[in-house]
Nanobody, 126 residues
Framework: EVQLVESGGGLVQAGGSLRLSCVAS????????IGWFRQAPGKTREGVSC????????RYADSVKGRFTVSNNNAKNTVYLQMNNLQPEDTALYYC???????????????????WGKGTLVTVSS
C-alpha cells in the first residue's frame, strides 16, 4: 500500500520561507514521480511541482518558478518542497502525490496521479 505523509506546513509572513517534506513508502521508490499540489479554499486543486525519482528531472507551475524548489533524498524516501518568498496567494493545503510506474513528470493534473497524502496547511499572512 502506497503511503505519503506530508509535514512542514505552518504560518509564515509574506516574504518568508517554508520547507515541506513528503515521506513515501509502499512502492519501489526509484520508479515513480512525486508531485506537489495545492488547494486553496474555494478553488480547485492545482499542480505546483514534480520530481522524477528516477532521473531527478523536475517540473514547475509558472506561478512558483524561481521561488519553489523540489528535491529528493532517496536514502530517506523523502521529497522536499522548498518555498521561498511566500505570498498570501500561496496559502493552501499542500498535498504530495505519487504517479507509480512512470519515470518522467507528467502534466500536473489530478487525474495523472495515483496516490495522495492528507496534506499540510500553509498559511501566508500579509
Amino acid at each position: 500500500e502506497v503511503q505519503l505523509v506530508e509535514s512542514g506546513g505552518g504560518l509564515v509572513q509574506a516574504g518568508g520561507s517554508l520547507r515541506l517534506s513528503c515521506v513515501a513508502s509502499g512502492f519501489t521508490y526509484a520508479d515513480n514521480v512525486i508531485g506537489w499540489f495545492r488547494q486553496a479554499p474555494g478553488k480547485t486543486r492545482e499542480g505546483v511541482s514534480c520530481i522524477s525519482l528516477t532521473d531527478g528531472s523536475t517540473r514547475y507551475a509558472d506561478s512558483v518558478k524561481g521561488r519553489f524548489t523540489v528535491s529528493n533524498n532517496n536514502a530517506k524516501n523523502t521529497v522536499y518542497l522548498q518555498m521561498n518568498n511566500l505570498q498570501p496567494e500561496d496559502t493552501a493545503l499542500y498535498y504530495c502525490a505519487a504517479s507509480v510506474g512512470i519515470t518522467r513528470c507528467p502534466v500536473l493534473t489530478v487525474p495523472n496521479m495515483n496516490d495522495w497524502g492528507k496534506g499540510t496547511l500553509v498559511t501566508v499572512s500579509s
